[in-house]
C-alpha cells in the first residue's frame, strides 16, 4: 500500500537559518508528489508539486524539493526561513487521483 | 479565481446531534473529496467524488457518515448521530491537474 512518512514530527530552527525537511514515500510506480503547507486555523496551501521531468522544482515562498528516485524521497528546502514560515508542512504522494498524505512536521521558528 | 468554500467554519454541537457540512468547489473541477484530520496528524481520506458518483469512500462511517454531490458541484458531509470521537477538521478538497483545499470546518463534539 502506498505510505508517505515524514521522520520529524517537529523541528525548531532560528530565523534565516537554512531548513530541510524531511519525506520519504512508499509507492510502485512513478510518484507524483507534493508539499503542502498548513498555518493554524487554515485548510492546506500547495507550496510545490512534482509530476515529471527536473527532479528539482521550485515553489512558492522561496521553497524548493528535490526529488530522488533511488532513495524515494522528496525532501522540501528553503535556504532562509523567515518567522512567518511557522506552520504544519505535509507531504503528499498521488496515484491516479488517490492522495495519500504523511503525518507532517510542524516549524517552529525562532527570532 | 474563487477558491474552495466550506461552510461553517466551527460548529459545536452535542454527541447524538446531527451535522451537515458543505463544500463548493473550484469551477471546472470534476473530482471533490472530503478528508477527516485529526489534530497533529495528516488528513485522511473519507470519500472521493468524480462528478456526481462516490468512486471512493472505503474509508467513510457508513453507519453514521453519509455524503451527497448533487448535480457534480457542491457536495454535503452529514453526520448522524455524532460521537465524541468525531470531533476533527473536515476539510474538502477539489482538483483538476493539481488538488486544492478549503479552510475546512472545526468541529467539537461535547
Known amino acids: 500500500a502506498q505510505s508517505v512518512t515524514q521522520p520529524d514530527i517537529h523541528i525548531t530552527v532560528s530565523e534565516g537559518a537554512s531548513l530541510e525537511l524531511r519525506c ?11 508539499w503542502y503547507v498548513q498555518s493554524p486555523g487554515q485548510g ?7 509530476f515529471s521531468g527536473d527532479t528539482l522544482v521550485q515553489g512558492i515562498k522561496g521553497f524548493e524539493a528535490e526529488f530522488k528516485r ?10 532562509s526561513v523567515h518567522w512567518s514560515d511557522a506552520a504544519e508542512y505535509f507531504c503528499a504522494v498521488a496515484y491516479g487521483q488517490n492522495f495519500v498524505f504523511g503525518p507532517g512536521t510542524r516549524l517552529s521558528v525562532l527570532p | 479565481e474563487a477558491g474552495v468554500v466550506q461552510s461553517p467554519r ?18 471546472g473541477h470534476n473530482t471533490l473529496y472530503w478528508y477527516r484530520q485529526n489534530l497533529g ?21 457508513k453507519d453514521r457518515f453519509s455524503a451527497e454531490r448533487l448535480k457534480g ?9 455524532a460521537e465524541l470521537g468525531d470531533s476533527a477538521v473536515y476539510l474538502c478538497a477539489s482538483a483538476g491537474e493539481t488538488q486544492y483545499f478549503g479552510p475546512g470546518t472545526r468541529l467539537l463534539v461535547l
Open chain 1, 70 to 79: 533511488s532513495q524515494s524521497s522528496f525532501n522540501l528546502r528553503k535556504p
Open chain 1, 24 to 34: 520519504n514515500y512508499s509507492y510502485g510506480a512513478t510518484p507524483y508528489l507534493f
Open chain 2, 73 to 81: 458541484v457542491d457536495s454535503t458531509l452529514k453526520i448522524q448521530p
Open chain 2, 41 to 61: 496528524q495528516g488528513p485522511e481520506l473519507l470519500i472521493r467524488y468524480e462528478n456526481e458518483e462516490a468512486v471512493d469512500d472505503s474509508q467513510l462511517p
Open chain 2, 10 to 27: 466551527y460548529k459545536i454541537i452535542e454527541k447524538k446531534q446531527p451535522v451537515a457540512f458543505w463544500c463548493n468547489p473550484i469551477s
Open chain 1, 44 to 50: 492546506l496551501q500547495l507550496l510545490l508539486k512534482y
